[in-house]
């Protein structure tokens, strides 16, 4: 049985870690809420820009400009965002598992990898893949430049041609309580079902000053944008993991504190009835 002192020292060592993880969760309730906001300011214009540039690439020939072209899928470029840091649950784990489910899908496939996040970099460099890109500590202050240098690269890599296809893979942020991973073609852009029955799939456009020049345009823009919104879900996602991490982990030290509070007052009872057995016990000897 444990001694008073041991069980005191239990019960400082919980309330620290409580402290630190309700710490961590007002760091990360803080943070969501500015993350959530540029994320939902940042979907209405990505959505618009893919529905649209979807719709051009089915109506435009696909050797118009190297980034709609599709060629047999012998080689890609898997690009995986993680969190730089642990203590969110799931979240790493969920895109690891994934990210290597997408890696060996096809065998016959090289792949090659882009890393964002500390997590995926140190996972994926022991593995041996083909490292393409890696970049640490971009969700610190999050700008669109990092999104800029991600999809130049993956433009450079698909424009060369050094890979046939570019994928990106990341956790989509859906509600403080739930994130979903997403794995999505980047390049060669995808096009629109001309099939397709919905007002949208009918549309069409007078192209001002003409077709070329707003490929040149908008093509190397949306590989961007669509970039910049995956690292903004992602940032969004994780804060919200964190977040609801480090709650569970408070409610857990409250009842684990709780608990050796319980089993500390029953130890100090039984060596107080001790006591007194002893001391009844004595004067009846006497």
């Not at 959530?36 to 893919?50: C, G, K, T, V």
């Not at 435009?60 to 047999?72: C, F, G, I, K, N």
Request: proline share 4%; net charge positive.
């Amino acid at each position: 049985m444990p001694s008073l002192i041991d069980l005191r020292r239990r019960i400082r060592a919980v309330k620290s870690t409580q402290q630190i993880t309700k710490a961590m969760k007002m760091i990360a309730a803080s943070r969501l809420r500015k993350s959530q906001d540029r994320i939902l300011n940042a979907r209405p214009f990505s959505n618009e820009m893919l529905r649209v540039l979807r719709g051009l690439a089915a109506r435009t020939d696909p050797s118009a400009h190297p980034l709609l072209a599709v060629r047999e899928e012998k080689s890609a470029l898997i690009i995986i965002v993680t969190a730089d840091k642990g203590l969110c649950g799931s979240f790493n784990t969920n895109i690891l598992k994934a990210a290597s489910q997408v890696l060996l899908g096809d065998p016959s496939r090289k792949v090659a990898v882009g890393l964002v996040g500390r997590k995926g970099r140190d996972f994926f460099r022991r593995r041996g893949y083909d490292v393409r890109y890696e970049r640490v500590n971009v969700f610190q202050r999050l700008n669109f430049e990092d999104a800029r240098e991600i999809a130049d690269l993956a433009t450079a890599q698909f424009v060369e041609p050094k890979v046939d296809a570019v994928y990106l893979v990341y956790n989509e942020f859906k509600s403080v309580l739930q994130q979903r991973v997403v794995t999505e073609q980047l390049l060669p852009i995808p096009r629109q079902d001309l099939n397709d029955e919905s007002p949208a799939a009918r549309v069409d456009y007078i192209y001002e000053p003409d077709e070329m020049a707003m490929l040149e345009r908008l093509l190397p823009a949306y590989v961007r944008t669509h970039v910049w919104r995956a690292l903004l879900e992602s940032g969004a996602a994780e804060n919200a993991a964190r977040m609801t991490a480090m709650d569970a982990a408070t409610k857990n030290a409250t009842e684990m504190m709780d608990g050796l509070t319980l089993y500390m007052n029953k130890v100090r009872q039984a060596a107080i009835t001790r006591e007194i057995i002893e001391v009844v016990s004595g004067a009846q000897a006497l």
